[in-house]
């Protein structure tokens, strides 16, 4: 079982740059892939980056790629995501999300979080 807490949303104006966390509890941490999701009002959740228990592997989602970096701290029981060149369609609510097994996190893995706010304004 994982218990992901998420923390560093807010608003920012367009061009700006955030850093979202994600606390993890337990001591496994480290063998589970994590990711984050976003679901802005009136779409589904969708995809945005996810990287491999060693963090030697990322995905992005193709509207994220350039712009934001996914990163881990096992020290910590952290992952992180480096948004930059914020835009206002990057408005949503973020979602950490955990899983064992990599190949799934493109469509979401076992555990959630509840969710941070990210609001980008024009």
């Known amino acids: 079982q994982v218990q992901l807490v998420e923390s560093g949303g807010g608003l920012v104006q367009a061009g700006g740059s955030l850093r979202l966390s994600c606390a993890a509890s337990g001591r496994t941490f480290s063998t589970y892939a994590m990711g984050w999701f976003r679901q802005a009002p009136g779409k589904e959740r969708e995809f945005v980056a996810a990287?491999?228990?060693?963090?030697?592997?990322?995905y992005y989602a193709d509207s994220v790629k350039g712009r934001c970096t996914i990163s881990r701290d096992g020290a910590k029981n952290t992952v992180y995501l480096q948004m930059n060149s914020l835009k206002p369609e990057d408005t949503a609510v973020y979602y950490c999300?955990?899983?064992?097994?990599?190949?799934?996190?493109?469509?979401?893995?076992?555990?959630w979080g509840q969710g941070t706010q990210v609001t980008v304004s024009s």
């Open positions: 999300n955990a899983d064992r097994n990599m190949a799934t996190m493109r469509n979401g893995g076992a555990y």
């Open positions: 990287i491999s228990w060693s963090g030697s592997t990322t």
